[in-house]
Every structure is written in C-alpha cells, then in structure tokens.
C-alpha cells in the first residue's frame, strides 16, 4: 500500500490531529499547550525531557532495547522513536522516496489553512526545497563566512565589554543575557540586514516557538505572528533593498521567490541560527565552569578550539529532535517493520551518545577519536548554518576563557533552571560571578 492511499484512507479527523502533532513536535504547542500536552503519555513527551546536561535515563534504556522503539502516541497514530546513531543517519540521509517532510499537500484538503503552514526548509521535499536551500546555500559556505570573522570577533569583545560592565565589582552577571544571547541575536541580524531596532522582536520569536511547556510560548500564535513579521521586512527589502543576505537575494532572485517563501527562509534561518547557538555558548560555558581543566586548555591552546567545540556539540546536542518525518512506504527499520504513514522521530542526542558508538560518550572528551556527530542533523535538512555556528563557537569560547579565567557560578548547580519541554534545550539563564 502506497503512502498516498494510506494517507488517503486516514480521516481528517485524524489527519488534522497527526498535522497538529508534528508542529508540536517541530516548533512548538498548539495554541492551548496545557490540553495538548494532556494528550500526550508521559513516554512521548520522554525524548524532550533531560536532567541538568544529560538525556533521562529512559532514554538510555530505549536505546538499550533497540535503535528503534515504539513511541506512544495519542489516537492511535504510529510512532517510532529512532536513537541508533546509525539508523537516525540512515533516516535523515533517505530521500522524499522513503520519508517525506512535506505539508503542502495537505493544505486546504483537511481543513488546514495555508496561512497554518510553517514554511520554510524544514517542511518541504524536492523540487522545492532544493530550490529554496539553493537560494541560501552560498551565503553560508565556509568561504563565504570567512569574511565574517573579523566582524563576528568584534562582536565577541564587545559582548565581553557588556558582561565585564554588568557583573563589575563582583556583582553576579547573567553571562546567557550579556554574553550568549548578545553574539548570535547581532551576528544573525547583520547577516540578515535587518535593523537592530528589531532584534528584541527577532530574539522573542526565536525562543517562543521551541518551548512547549507554557501557554505564552512555542504557540502556533507566536509563529504566526513571527510569519508575518517577517512578511512585513521582506515587503520593505522588495522596495528598497537591503546589504544583507534579505536584499541580496532579492537583487539575484527577486523574480523567483516570493514575499511568503523568502519570510519563510528568513524565519528557518532565525529559527535554526539564534536560539540553537544561544543554548550552546551558554551550555557550554556551563561545562567549563564544571570543568575547569578544559578551561584551562582552552587558554593553554593544550585543546585545539575545533575538536572542543566539536565535542560540545556532539554531548550538547541542544536540538534534541530532528523534523518528524513521514515514512512513505513500507520498510524494514533497526529489525521494525514501518508501514507506510508511520511517524518516525528521531533523537538527535540519543543518536549522539548511542553507546554502540564508543565509550563514555556520556563524558566530554575532546582528544577522542573523531567519529562524527549529528547535531547539526544530515542529509537534505541538515542545517544550513552549521559552520556559521561553529564559527562564532570557535571564537566565543576561548575569548571568554582568557577574558575571565576566574569565572564562576553565582548559584549551587541544582539551582540552574533548564527549559523543560524544549526542542531546543538551554538555560533560563546562568548567573556567574566574573572574579
């Protein structure tokens, strides 16, 4: 049985159920998150769950039964969770022929507004999403961001100066306010060339989306209201262009793209290059504070920065699950037979510490074998900004190191408050004191 007929034979009851799903899962709650979590057993809302820096134990113990476990999930639908390293590859890499990430189909044929569609790269399959990832690609070549690291190093002292004047005489500094959220918001807004008068707006949508704990946040509501804000800055750019990525590609390809595609892609690059790379400068820095040897190879140059920060993402993993996808026919998976219409969530920090990868992969080790990680996803979705991330890690972390060898928590560690329920894990913040 085809994907098409077994999708076909679903009610739309069920259909708009499974849609509401999978946005949850992505980027936030419905717009009632207490009633859509009431759904939810406490088994599937198990992959966003983690204790300080670590996945739950359950996790662990899924891993331990199998690459592959069923995941309860409301109305019947069927659900797998993917934590084997090696089958969550295999998911990511396969084409649109075995899994499928696209919504447009279901647009105005199961009472789902077009206006309901989250857009943008992480939601579409061939031809359309290689011609959108296209559009962006060379803006984020290794190349192309080389260019950037002067400005981004600036950028990195001057969020230093702020956390210096913030925490001086040693009054205790939130390092995430001054430090992590300063570096990304700026890097991602001059990049994008919207003003800075919008970067508060810019930063509240970025973190909104992926938090499914609360009523105010991760709501369908505030990605709506993000969609068309960022409609609005396009429709601007269109009349007079801007020097950033918005305006260049709407000097290259302003025939080929419209205002909702291009507010699209502008919001997958808010979305997948702000709140992800806030959550690893802050974490991070977390563990060097934990581990004050690697702070002090990182100011020693004992440790070369790209294996640390590789390391980092490897254990972090803040992502903590990839898109969900459709499978679109039969198959055989981690020893499960998937049928066609199943829903297939990978977990990207299950993948990352799949004990049948190595040892201790629970640990940080930056000197272990280079064995990849997937924490930037693989294949088709992979993030498109991955190495402008890696570059503002690179040049965050030892800058902070050298600039406050004496830095410390403010608070006992079990005080730290994480997000809970979050696709994107992190802090609420990190109090420190500088010296």
Sequence with gaps: MTWRITWARTTSRVKRRTLGL???????????PAAMLSRFSDEALMPLRRIGLDPVPELAAANERGPVTRLKLPLGLRGWLITGYDE???VLGAGPTAFSND???????VGIAADQDPGGLGFTDPPQHTRLRHLLTPHFTTRALAAWAPRITQ???????ELAREGADGATVDLQRHFATQIPSRTIMELLGVPESEREDFQRFSTARFDVSSG????LDVIGEAVEYLRRIVAEQRRDPGEGLIGQILRDHGDRIDDVELAGLVDGVLTGGLETTVSMLSLGTLVMLQRPDLAESIRADEVGTEAFVEELLRYLTVVQVGFPRFARRDMMLGG?????????VPSLIGANRDRRRGDALDEVQPGRPANGHLAFGHGLHRCVGAELARLELR???????????????????????????????GLTELPVVLA
């Design 88 to 90: 969550t590859r295999a």
């Design 395 to 425: 040049l965050a972390y030892p800058a902070l190191a050298r600039r406050f060898p004496h830095v410390r928590l403010a608070i006992e560690p079990t005080e730290l408050a994480f997000r809970e329920l979050s696709v994107v894990y």
């Design 216 to 219: 105010a946040v991760g709501s």
């Design 22 to 32: 999978l946005l949850w899962l992505s980027r936030g709650a419905a717009s009632d």
């Design 155 to 161: 950028i990195v002292d001057d969020a230093l100066d």
């Design 103 to 109: 919504f447009t189909n279901m647009v105005g044929k």
């Design 336 to 344: 499960h037979h998937l049928l066609a219409g199943d829903i297939v």
